[in-house]
């Protein structure tokens, strides 16, 4: 089994989770986090205090796949969170060694 | 440590029970006070040759004092609380909240126990009041001629409360997010004791000094907002930057709720201003329509002269602007017309905008939320075009200022400002400096760093 | 499922609806009573000899009337509304905020189709107003001389609609966080209904029982706050507690929220107190005074308290305190001198605290947000305060209390409070078994732990 | 870009500056009106024979007055402000906010300087008022009797003033959430000068034609809610549906303070309807009344049609229900009774509920905040039935309505309705179209995505 | 070393967080994540908009454990976790290859 | 490539995110999450109700990295988080099989 992390754009969490949804995976998580990269971020005032932002809001997506999957997970992220412009993000992949669904106790890719 | 804590449960139950010893009779205060005694004791020299036609309560006079008390009440709760709170990090929004409203709690008894007779009881010397109301003895329900013909004495003393508490709340923008929550409670309560009283009565006591020089001040640009504007740039020099001054981003935690308190201050303020006129009618009608007035213009002053001299208009800008067109038209309020009030609006805005961003900036002081840049330059300001824009037109009891043909108005306007800027100054100084060496004002780093609310209070503001 | 909730929409609406057929002659509330009349018909036993001078309304005591008015509905929306909502977990937020709102509009109407009559009209053997006045029947635009002499009787009727309508949004307290919302708008059309109404006319109608034994309530000790906080701890009784209560950390979500709700109630309280005298002047001022007096002094009784208790002042405790004070207060608001309502003000603070937190950990209830705490023990200490600290040098249409000179006055005090209690502890008890047995009064354990936002609106409180 | 920028900086400061040389005496403003002088210069068809006896200002009237414009205010911001601003997405609060805020500053001083000459300035060809009356010359301290011959002139303007803030300020909810924010401030004054400020003199102006045909409008019905609503459909329309509309989830960001919002509407409202009364008494508790009564049975209509119709009772559904019915009664406030406000209310919470849930989305625009569905809707039923339920009964100086005996009265109604749809129509394209040619009135696609605070503000609402 | 992360129901947190105290594990990081997965979210209505939001509000505990600790953590997850009912969530174990104490520089097993 | 998980005490992001960047690392992403450990969290006393609050807040930086830059980055990183006080942290590095930028498709180190 893999686990796929992918930091994307907020707005294209839709089009990422259906894609990935359409090739059969049934479930990820999902969290928000800041990202800091070749993206500039922005400027804030406040009462003539100028505030460089350099962190960025992303969507971190955690989707655990079975090695089968793996490419094909990628390749539909990949396509579907590209704008082409600067901060379209990464997908780091690791090997996991053990899965559990806590309901049924089931492990390895049937606990998916 | 815990006896240090219990020390202050018990001094402050003990405070409150105590002073009733002192108090010449409980429940005294509803003796109503015969009238000519009231103008034989508060002011003699203005007392009439006949006998004055007995006094009489308005109906709508007290209605609308009433109203505008209650209007001032929401400018500091929860007006102030929301003005002050939403703008500092989320960590000491309670604790920031807080120093408002129990401003409001403990100057609410203060004034009731002691501050109204200082501020407004029988002159001694031009200085202050005497101690004779103490306790509200002798402040009934038959209206005072002094200060309000036609209200009922309390109503012009409730209405006075209103301004005690929410001086002293003013200057909390200066010192937020750093103080030591018990030394804070001290530093209030020696503060209004000592500046805010006599002050009061140098400008509006019947026999106070500044009264009598003829300084025009119609609702406290210089009792009010110089007091606490300059008292906030004094905690702000003496107490030091916050931690991380001008490295870490100090944002505002919550700007909707900024723009609300300020929208609420804008609201409760036609109590101040309109309200002083201590009766409905001309004046108050006027007080009302040049502070709407002067408040616009001084919003969009702030907002056109940040989006020129930055970039872009703000949110917190227009809200700034708004407030500091109000501590600005505030001494001039019953004094001068509509059109006057623009162009003392749009000096509030401009002026007020460059002492909170480019002073500051440049002289380097940490005043957090701008105490002294908006209710300092602004009450300023206020109080000398008070001395350009007055006119007679408008209430014949003020007087012309300089542009209606009275050059000699300014004179009076500039000793109150300079007196209070003076007393504010010195005095905040000196009680800071007793207050520090008994308990120390500032929080540890600690504590500083993990906010005030958890530190000050075992409280976190929001779980969301 | 689907039935069931079409049941209720279409009930709602017809229930409205119905109501006209009953009501004697669309729009002929506007027909205005002629004073002679409607003193005939409401209190005969009072109607003077000769035949009075036509009741003149005073337009500065109807101002007044009104803004109380105004500032009474802000007490309730959005000052319970806030007060509460910010109290209770984030999952719940929209519906506890909901609690206060839907009442405002629900008893809004009620009052106006029968409740003001049931409450206010034609005495039907002490117990309870007959149903002449409903839907406002003969309640027009001329003084009442029984309940305002000089304001139209709507502005008396619309005043004293805001009082029914924040009475049962303060229990909401009580049940916060697991009723059915459903379940919990017909408890509270029941309640109104058939406690507080009959209540309010046993105090304030003209011929009701407690009003002709001699108690004083200026403003609702019992009325209100008795009745709410006594209906309070029979709710957290019969609902039991809260899943996880004890366990889980169960944090207000937005205390910020909750300063504000008190600060607006706080404001709004001018109104409740100040304006029960239904007319601006002497009486009015005196009670707005004592109102703010005994608030503050009890916020800074339950700082104290908690901070010698506990070892830490709370923002929630300051806040928590004040509105004790204007509990306490109520009562004895148009009765008692300044002195005296500090003393109420303590022992508010000091009461309600140790009831909040003391006396429920004892017991074991949940009363969520101290419904019974705060309104419960509060109402019940300003009542017997006001036939300790009553004078009728403040008030010559009320008496004088135990420490005047006049013991006696306890004892309708007491009949009063043990009615209240009796009447409230009952009642409630019978309508909530009623109500369970028709259609439950707790949301299931699922609902519960998604929270009453989703659960019963379909919405989420925040996206932030 | 930055010669952009610094042009609207100049420009602003200018235009108020450069206004001041128009003006007829700075400060003139004080010199008091004879009332006769104003009798005739503004109305000399109803100009009386014998001299009349001198307008004299009543305190409670204009307490009263003074209390409502405050009360008016308040409904702007921070009503609108919480109102609209909770609705949008988070990334839009303070833009959103900002809106209705600037607005208050910016008609403020327009109002002051040309508006209300031009809405109640002398009479020219029954369209619109003359500038005698630019920068309040000639609009004093004493009464005018055709708009207020009880309270100062100033006091009516100032009044006057809250209502011409306010209508700008309910478009906001059409366009929110994508407009430019420079585009939005040059329509805003272009809207309130080219259809508020005539559209005002047709209805309430001496001289207006709908006025002289007859249409009652007590508080605004056709000038602020039907002008807003329907404008808002036409920047809804013109503007274009937000990016991601119906695709992408866009759940209100913060529903408890757009519940405060509405309960600070419902506060503010009391000043809107009862202070149109211009008067304390009978009238404006009539006005009082109904105003209470027609909008908790709006929100509950609205609020058991969704319960019927979706299957749960929404808590955003009771707020925006009451607002319907705050804006149904707003016409007929000062001319029906309680049972009759019963009716129009639940007529507003169901025609306005269906109007913004079942008609939006049937035909596609993107109301963002449903300005058109409350407001248009709400206004033009609250017009119409103002024709049904009008009663001499309420106000002797109003008219019978349809059910009441007057089927004439449609006609004035059906008219007044029909001149407001299509000036608030075809005006507001033509200022867009305008506005677009110069300056575009949408933010870019990347601005919308990461919001209108950053975007046009540099700034974020929250650091929770 | 293995990096246990499990994602659970958020009112499950205080009773994981006890067991795996009680087998001795002394730290462990928490988050706030949104699933999305067999779990079905729920429906939100504003004004007539209906969404249907697919994401469930979860918990993510991470927690590094010694290899000789790693099952026993598990178990404990998932008996404490376990309601039966769908959306329990999952564990997922992944092999770390350092681990250091930023307070001391200590590395390996004792670094937790 | 190596991916650096390190959970330190927030005021510390400033110093850390600047440290990495020096010594040449171009991207990181953050997260704020909630940490359990020997650091003692606080009190919060509500109406007379007394939380244990366990949770202390806690700052997450991910940072992937090539391998030859792993153990720089690790030094800087415990360089500027130490404060020498309970609760200064973990860093706990894993390996990783895959990196991909989105926005260009460029695999392993080149994707950082
Ligand atoms: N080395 C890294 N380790 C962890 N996250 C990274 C790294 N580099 C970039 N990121 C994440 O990816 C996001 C996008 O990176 P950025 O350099 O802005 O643009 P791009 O993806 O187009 O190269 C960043 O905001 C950050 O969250
Ligand atoms: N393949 C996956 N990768 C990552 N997280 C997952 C995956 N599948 C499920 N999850 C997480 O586990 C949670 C529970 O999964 P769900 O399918 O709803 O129920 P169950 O755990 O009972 O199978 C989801 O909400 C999601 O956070
Ligand atoms: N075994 C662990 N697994 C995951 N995170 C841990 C672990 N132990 C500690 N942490 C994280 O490190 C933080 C600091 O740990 P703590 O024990 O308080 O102090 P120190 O780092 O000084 O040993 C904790 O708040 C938690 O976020």
């Known amino acids: ?112 | 440590m815990r006896n240090h804590r219990m020390l202050f449960g018990l001094t402050g139950v003990l405070l409150l029970l105590a002073v009733f010893a002192l108090i010449p009779g409980l429940g005294s205060a509803q003796e109503t006070v015969p009238p000519s005694t009231a103008g034989a004791a508060g002011a003699p020299s203005e007392a009439p040759q006949a006998p004055p036609p007995p006094p009489k309560v308005d109906t709508g006079d007290t209605a609308w004092v009433l109203t505008s008390s209650a209007l001032v009440l929401a400018m500091t709760a929860p007006g102030l609380v929301l003005f002050y709170g939403g703008m500092v990090r989320r960590k000491n929004a309670l604790g920031t909240m807080m120093h408002s409203f129990i401003i409001l709690c403990l100057i609410s008894v203060q004034w009731v126990l002691y501050g109204y007779s200082m501020a407004f009881g029988p002159d001694k010397g031009h200085i202050v009041g005497g101690l004779e109301w103490v306790g509200l003895h002798g402040v009934g329900l038959d209206p005072n001629t002094d200060y309000g013909a036609t209200v009922p004495h309390q109503a012009f003393m409730i209405f006075q409360l209103m301004f005690a508490v929410i001086t002293p709340a003013l200057i909390v923008g200066a010192f937020a997010e750093r103080i030591k929550f018990s030394a804070f409670l001290v530093f209030t309560l020696l503060w209004a004791t000592f500046i805010y009283d006599p002050l009061a009565h140098w400008v509006w006591g019947v026999g106070g000094w500044l009264r009598n020089l003829g300084a025009l001040d119609f609702a406290g640009g210089t009792v009010v907002h110089i007091s606490s504007g300059v008292s906030g740039l004094a905690c702000a020099l003496y107490l030091g930057k916050r931690l991380g001054y001008g490295r870490e981003v100090m944002a505002p935690h919550n700007i909707p709720l900024t723009l609300t308190g300020a929208s609420l201050l804008w609201f409760g303020w036609f109590g101040f201003n309109a309200g002083s006129a201590v009766a409905s009618g001309a004046l108050a009608t006027s007080a009302f329509v040049v502070t709407n007035t002067a408040t616009a213009a001084a919003a969009l002053a702030w907002m056109f002269a940040e989006w020129g001299y930055r970039g872009k208009p703000t949110v917190l800008g227009a809200a700034s602007g708004a407030v500091a067109g109000l501590v600005a038209i505030t001494p001039a309020s019953g004094f001068v017309g509509p059109m006057s009030s623009i162009i003392i609006g749009i000096g509030a805005g401009v002026f007020c905008y460059f002492a909170a961003v480019v002073l500051k900036g440049k002289l380097g002081y940490d005043d957090s939320l701008d105490a002294f840049g908006v209710h300092g330059i602004g009450g300023t300001w206020g109080a000398i075009a008070t001395g350009l824009f007055a006119s007679k037109a408008i209430n014949p009891g003020g007087n012309d200022g300089l542009f209606f043909g009275n050059p000699a108005q300014m004179i009076p306007q500039l000793v109150a400002v300079a007196a209070s800027w003076i007393l504010a100054l010195v005095g905040t100084f000196i009680i800071l400096k007793v207050v520090d060496i008994i308990m120390g004002l500032r929080v540890t780093e600690d504590e500083e760093r993990v906010g005030l609310d958890l530190s000050q209070h075992n409280e976190n503001g929001y779980v969301l």
Chains 1, 5, 6 share one sequence.
């Open chain 1, 1 to 112: 089994m893999k686990k796929i992390e992918a930091i994307i754009k907020p707005f294209k969490l839709d089009e990422v989770k259906e894609a990935l949804s359409e090739i059969g995976i049934q479930g990820m998580t999902v969290s928000e986090v800041k990202g800091f990269g070749r993206q500039k971020g922005h400027k804030e005032t406040y009462r003539g205090a100028e505030y460089a932002i350099e962190f960025v809001p992303k969507i971190k997506i955690e989707v655990v796949v079975s090695n089968a999957l793996a490419d094909r997970a990628i390749q539909a992220i990949v396509s579907k969170a590209k704008t082409g412009t600067i901060g379209d993000g990464k997908i780091f992949v690791t090997d996991l060694s053990q899965a559990v669904r806590i309901r049924t106790g089931e492990s390895g890719d049937s606990a998916l």
